[in-house]
């Protein structure tokens, strides 16, 4: 039999009205909201730091300023400004997902978008190989830019400054990692239009038994 289209429509109405429109009308103990790690940030800080670095060089340079001066420290600038845009903004715009009656509420940027059965929420799982992968890499810079960096900040403050903003960056992304693999799980969550991967905490999907 197939079903028309009004009548699909009308079904998905009457369900969505069985959870709030907005976010803020559920309590905060009743809700799984979507966490984050912090590598955007760490790296957005990181370019901050390298900006601040490039700039003592630039002023304490004997000869005139020329355009491939200012290169790396627009490039600094950008990554501060985009990865510092981006971290701001999916936590201002992160998922939360609300059970009730055997239907799970899916709320995005605050509002609810979508209806689902918890069925449709599958785990992801992550690739060990990828997690070292990830851990060496990042451990192997860390630890060069942090050694690199720290020591030189008091005696030679523009090289210093560089080399600590990729350290921080480099150690936001390392402490990351470990925190989104040991700390929260991953999933699936169905979208109009496919589905996206959310990060839980531990702590929540314990409390929800999921």
């Known amino acids: 039999m197939v079903m028309h289209p009004g009548y699909a429509q009308q079904q998905q109405q009457q369900q969505q009205h069985a959870f709030p429109p907005t976010i803020d009308a559920v309590p905060a103990e009743a809700r799984l909201t979507e966490t984050f790690a912090f590598i955007p940030g760490s790296l957005a800080i990181g370019g901050i730091l390298g900006l601040i670095g490039l700039a003592v060089n630039l002023a304490s340079q004997q000869t005139p ?81 942090l050694a690199g960096g720290a020591p030189t900040v008091t005696s030679n403050a523009g090289p210093g400054l560089i080399l600590l903003g990729a350290g921080i960056g480099s150690a936001g992304a390392f402490v990351s990692s470990i925190y989104a693999r040991l700390a929260c799980r991953h999933f699936l969550v169905p979208r109009s239009q496919g589905s996206e991967q959310v990060m839980f905490t531990r702590g929540q999907c314990e409390r929800f038994r999921i």
């Open 65 to 145: 300023l020329t355009v491939e001066d200012l290169y790396l420290p627009a490039g600094c600038l950008a990554v501060a400004l985009l990865f510092g845009a981006w971290e701001i903004g999916r936590r201002l715009r992160r998922t939360a997902v609300v059970f009730h009656g055997g239907k799970i509420g899916i709320y995005r940027s605050g509002r609810l978008t979508d209806v689902a059965y918890p069925g449709q929420i599958s785990i992801y799982q992550m690739h060990i190989a990828n997690t070292i992968r990830e851990l060496m890499v990042f451990g192997v810079l860390t630890l060069g830019t």
